[in-house]
């Protein structure tokens, strides 16, 4: 009795240990180029007033389920950037018993990346790795090798994981906000995922796409407020019954599906806005986008579509002609070799326009450029396929033209245009 006492007392003030002294906070940020840890939480030993003259070292290793990472991508040092007190949230005080290090990170460093992307069958699209820090301090000879906790901001203001069963054999699950203030009659934003961001986890089209932006005080203060829906497809939202690529050749898998998940969800939130639903996506989310407007025109309000995946061939008057009043905000950079915008975006806006469009824009860039302006600016180039980034750091802007530039005074941007739209104005 007394042994198993002592054991028990010993197993309580191990785990005790590891909970308070070697375990450390994730904070994971969502970034133009995706989701990057940009800092981590330790607690201290001790109260501190000033981080100044500790030394820490951190290194990390990745690890994938379903595939080998390279040798470079899966372990290596962490550079700190600053050191500073903090509260366990990562928020500056000037006296506490935690420590955040702001790390480094940028579109290139692939060691602050928690996901990676592969297209091998089974592992493909954007996955989550296996992310492990060692983190040791020389001054307080201290270190920290477990993972507490970890905080993903604007996600956080999510609901992730809910599911809609269309039918026995096809359920699509989805994330949510839903703004604190959503009393009176509030908008709804729907976004629509790449085809990387297939799947069961809802965090990962948050994340690989920044959709979570749309959450933002920056995007929600054009609306006054506004929920956000972002569905998952459990493969690719353009492929049909037999699992192939169909750019709009025949029908898909998945509208059917995903037009009844929005309208009961717009059912059980008896504050959305009918007249001001706007659906956009990107490449496969924006086939979708656009199929949905062609299936349902008196639905939406209007739509914001980037790196377009319908082929323009697969289109026709008829349908183009049933659209031709409807407002839509198409996103593209000239150098997109995943959907060849000679093959979508562009004959497909030249065929509305002569239809007699009167509610197009077209942001049409040479390339897409890094729009924070910490990594190089205009002369950093990232994928051209990557032209949402555009739309979720509202940069989209037009002049008389159609033609795209960054900053056009007197100009709506992305966001300001689509807050403007509703069914009543058509």
């Known amino acids: 009795m007394i042994r198993t006492f002592f054991l028990v007392l010993i197993f309580g003030i191990f785990v005790s240990c590891l909970e308070s002294d070697d375990q450390y906070t994730l904070v994971i940020q969502g970034y133009d180029w995706g989701p990057a840890v940009n800092k981590v939480i330790l607690p201290m030993e001790r109260k501190l007033t000033s981080a100044e003259g500790l030394r820490f070292t951190v290194e990390v290793t990745r690890q994938a389920e379903c595939a080998e990472l390279r040798a470079e991508d899966a372990k290596g040092k962490r550079q700190i950037t600053a050191v500073y007190v903090?509260?366990?949230r990562g928020n500056r005080v000037s006296q506490g018993t935690h420590v955040t290090l702001d790390l480094e990170v940028s579109p290139e460093l692939v060691l602050s990346n928690p996901f990676f992307y592969s297209t091998d069958n089974g592992c493909s699209g954007n996955n989550w790795v296996t992310y492990r820090l060692q983190i040791f301090e020389e001054m307080e000879n201290q270190s920290w090798i477990e993972e507490k906790n970890r905080i993903l901001p604007l996600v956080e203001k999510f609901k992730l994981d809910q599911s809609y069963s269309f039918s026995p054999d096809l359920k699509l699950n989805y994330a949510f906000y839903a703004p604190?203030?959503?009393?009176?009659?509030?908008?709804?934003?729907?976004?629509?995922?790449?085809?990387g961001e297939g799947g069961t986890d809802t965090s990962i089209p948050l994340l690989a796409n920044r959709a979570a932006n749309y959450a933002s005080n920056e995007i929600q203060h054009f609306f006054g407020s506004a929920y956000v829906l972002v569905p998952q497809c459990p493969g690719a939202w353009m492929h049909n019954e037999d699992g192939e690529v169909t750019w709009g050749r025949d029908n898909d898998a998945y509208n059917e599906a995903l037009m009844a998940l929005i309208t009961e969800f717009v059912k059980e939130n008896p504050n959305i806005d009918s007249n001001r639903i706007y659906v956009?996506?990107?490449?496969n989310g924006g086939y979708m986008s656009l199929k949905l407007i062609l299936l349902h025109p008196d639905y939406f309000a209007a739509g914001f579509i980037s790196a377009l995946a319908y082929k323009s061939e697969y289109l026709s008057e008829q349908e183009l002609?049933?659209?031709k009043h409807m407002p839509i905000?198409?996103?593209h950079a000239k150098d997109d070799r995943t959907t060849p915008p000679e093959e979508t975006v562009v004959p497909v806006y030249n065929r509305l326009m002569d239809l007699g469009a009167d509610k197009l824009q077209f942001s049409f860039f040479d390339h897409v450029g890094d729009v924070s302006g910490e990594f190089g600016g205009s002369d950093y180039h990232y994928s051209g396929h990557w032209s949402?980034?555009?739309s979720h750091a509202n940069k989209a802007r037009i002049n008389s033209d159609g033609q795209a530039v960054e900053s056009l005074p007197g100009q709506p941007s992305l966001m300001e245009w689509l807050a403007d739209q509703s069914r009543e104005k058509r």
């Open 280 to 283: 956009g996506g990107c490449s």
């Open 321 to 323: 002609n049933s659209i």
């Open 86 to 88: 903090s509260d366990s």
């Open 388 to 390: 949402w980034i555009y």
């Open 180 to 195: 604190s203030d959503s009393e009176a009659k509030t908008p709804l934003i729907i976004w629509l995922h790449g085809g």
């Open 329 to 331: 905000w198409f996103i």
